[in-house]
């Protein structure tokens, strides 16, 4: 199965993370998986008074902060897996690359809010949920 790992580096990664590695044969060889994280945009104006490649170490360093305790975390679960970011909004760079990439699940931890909250606020997870064609598995 190809599964696509959505990560922000919170508790509810965290979370996630947990409860794949509690279920025998979820995080298993047999699998191919992906971690991908979205990196929030610089405003164009901090962009362009900084410069393109001091912006693209920013969004590299921020990935890295999150994707260096989940690599450790996978290869003490015996997994390889790819890591990718993708700059802009999580929601809509989750959903994207699932469907670009044929995946057959998307697993990403959910703070759970009550449903007034997210209909004031949305989540980055309700909004995969209807973006996303491909099954999303959503741990609390």
Same mark, same amino acid.
């Given at each position: 199965?190809?599964?696509?790992?959505?990560?922000?580096?919170?508790?509810?990664?965290?979370?996630?993370?947990?409860?794949?590695?509690?279920?025998?044969?979820?995080?298993?060889?047999?699998?191919?998986?992906?971690?991908?994280?979205?990196?929030?945009?610089?405003?164009? +104006?901090?962009?362009?008074?900084?410069? =393109?490649? #001091?912006? $693209?170490?920013? /969004?590299?360093? *921020? %990935?890295?902060?999150? &994707?260096?305790?989940?690599?450790?975390?996978? +290869?003490?679960?015996?997994?390889?897996? =790819?890591? #990718?970011? $993708?700059?802009? /909004?999580?929601? *809509? %760079?989750?959903?994207? &690359?699932?469907?670009?990439?044929?995946?057959?699940?998307?697993?990403?931890?959910?703070?759970?809010?009550?449903?007034?909250?997210?209909?004031?606020?949305?989540?980055?997870?309700?909004?995969?949920?209807?973006?996303?064609?491909?099954?999303?598995?959503?741990?609390?």
């Amino acid at each position: 199965m190809k599964v696509l790992l959505a990560v922000d580096g919170s508790v509810y990664t965290k979370r996630m993370l947990s409860f794949l590695a509690a279920r025998d044969g979820f995080l298993g060889p047999n699998h191919d998986f992906t971690v991908i994280h979205g990196v929030p945009a610089v405003s164009h +104006r901090a962009a362009a008074f900084v410069g =393109k490649s #001091v912006v $693209r170490q920013f /969004h590299e360093s *921020e %990935a890295e902060r999150v &994707f260096k305790p989940i690599r450790s975390f996978l +290869r003490q679960q015996g997994i390889e897996a =790819k890591f #990718v970011y $993708r700059v802009g /909004h999580a929601a *809509e %760079a989750i959903s994207r &690359f699932a469907e670009e990439g044929r995946f057959d699940l998307v697993a990403m931890g959910s703070r759970g809010r009550s449903n007034l909250v997210n209909l004031l606020l949305g989540s980055v997870a309700l909004k995969v949920l209807a973006r996303c064609s491909v099954p999303v598995l959503l741990i609390r």
